[in-house]
Structure formats: structure tokens, C-alpha cells
């Protein structure tokens, strides 16, 4: 398994709040991805980074930051947390040759 | 623009049925084509996929054919398992320098003893 944590697995907040999401790599992989997943929706891309510092937005990314300070951590910001962004959060890692490798999800609840 | 068309499930069969999953695509160029699996609880995995047309991408049993003339590429297994549930994504990345990838609506697949 690529060695791909996130944190926390699971939060609930109320609507207003800032969130911030963590991915944790220790694969030393160039590109970082951030997904939502939403019934009928399937992943769509919020943020993603290509380098240190380097980053570029999605299709869904507002309301959502990012920041990459190291290689091996992506964090992901929610400013102020609306209902709608309710989802299950995945991040994802690649070396460069197309394939990703996933996380294990964060499942966000915002009340 | 790019996208990908999976079938609606949830598709039920009992074990050791065989097993499609449909998907289409629309892109320009030549893009990659792969499946994604998702147990229970957990993340994506990569379960096959194929780089250029014709090719077969093949793994556990699941195999996958990239069809450019029917834009297509359809999954497909002979005899299907319990542990086989899960739910199917088929994806494309058609942007080589950010392998961005452009996932369909997955295909929930529940198979009974």
C-alpha cells in the first residue's frame, strides 16, 4: 500500500468554522490531490499540488485552500464551513505516470 | 470537455455470474483509461487500466478493453465472487503533465451468496 494517511478520519463541525483536512505522504511522490465524493457525483478535484508551494485549482474548489509547505504534507482548508460541504474527502499521491494512489477518506459533517 | 459515462447500479448478481460494467468516454486526444475499486470504508485502489487503444488492461480476474472507435471501455469479469462487492469508478486522465484524473459516478456492485 502507498504510504498515504489522512487526518482525522472523521469530524463533525458546525457551519462557520474553519476545518483544515491533512494528507501525509511517505513516498516522496511530486503530485497531491485533493477529492470530494458525493452520491451521484462520484470524485470530483477541488485542489491539487504539483511541488512544493505549487498548487492549482479544480473543478469544485471554492470555499476550499490549500497549502503545501513540505513534500509530504497537503492541507486542505475549509475558511468557513457550509452544509453543502458535507462530503467524504479523499486525497490522492502520484509519482507522475498517471496512476493515483488514494487515501483512506475523511469523512466531514457539517452542522 | 472531458468526461466519462458509467451505467447506474446498483448492479446485483449472485456468484459466480458473469460480470460488465459499462463506460464511455469523451475526449479529445488519447487519453488513459483506467478502473478504480472502492471497498467499504475505504479508499480507492487501482484495479487495471490502459494507455492506448486496443490494449487490454487486466488484474484479478477483471479485465478492461480500450475500444477508441466505440469510445469505450468496458469492464468485465467471468465469474464473479462475494468479495467482489464494492463499488467500480471507471476514470480518464487526459492531462499528462497534472494527471488530473475525471472520474465517473461509480457503479455499485452487490453480489450474493
Known amino acids: 500500500d502507498a504510504g498515504i494517511t489522512q487526518s482525522p478520519r472523521h469530524k463533525v463541525t458546525e457551519t462557520g468554522t474553519p476545518v483544515t483536512l491533512r494528507c501525509h505522504q511517505t513516498?516522496?511522490?511530486?503530485?497531491m490531490y485533493w477529492y470530494r465524493q458525493d452520491p451521484g457525483h462520484g470524485l470530483r478535484l477541488i485542489h491539487y499540488?504539483?511541488?512544493?508551494?505549487?498548487?492549482d485549482k479544480g473543478e469544485v474548489s471554492d470555499g476550499y485552500s490549500v497549502s503545501r509547505s513540505k513534500t509530504e504534507d497537503f492541507l486542505l482548508t475549509l475558511e468557513s464551513a457550509t452544509s453543502s460541504q458535507t462530503s467524504v474527502y479523499f486525497c490522492?499521491?502520484?509519482?507522475?505516470?498517471?496512476?493515483?494512489?488514494f487515501g483512506p477518506g475523511t469523512r466531514l459533517l457539517v452542522l | 470537455g472531458n468526461s466519462v459515462t458509467q451505467m447506474e447500479g446498483p448492479v446485483t448478481l449472485s456468484e459466480e455470474a458473469f460480470l460488465t460494467i459499462n463506460c464511455t468516454y469523451t475526449?479529445?486526444?488519447?487519453?488513459?483509461l483506467f478502473w478504480y475499486v472502492q471497498y467499504p470504508g475505504e479508499g480507492l485502489q487501482l484495479l487495471l487500466k490502459?494507455?492506448?487503444?486496443?490494449d487490454k488492461g487486466s488484474n484479478k480476474g477483471f479485465e478492461a478493453t480500450y475500444r477508441k472507435e466505440t469510445t469505450s471501455f468496458h469492464l468485465e469479469k467471468g465469474s464473479v465472487q462475494v468479495s467482489d462487492s464494492a463499488v467500480y469508478f471507471c476514470?480518464?486522465?487526459?492531462?499528462?503533465?497534472?494527471?488530473?484524473?475525471?472520474f465517473g459516478t461509480g457503479t455499485l456492485l452487490a453480489v450474493q451468496p
Open positions: 490522492a499521491i502520484s509519482p507522475g505516470e498517471e496512476t493515483q494512489y
Open positions: 513516498e516522496n511522490h511530486r503530485y
Open positions: 499540488s504539483y511541488g512544493v508551494k505549487d498548487t
Open positions: 475526449a479529445t486526444g488519447y487519453p488513459s
Open positions: 490502459a494507455t492506448k487503444a486496443d
Open positions: 476514470a480518464l486522465s487526459r492531462d499528462g503533465a497534472t494527471n488530473k484524473l475525471i
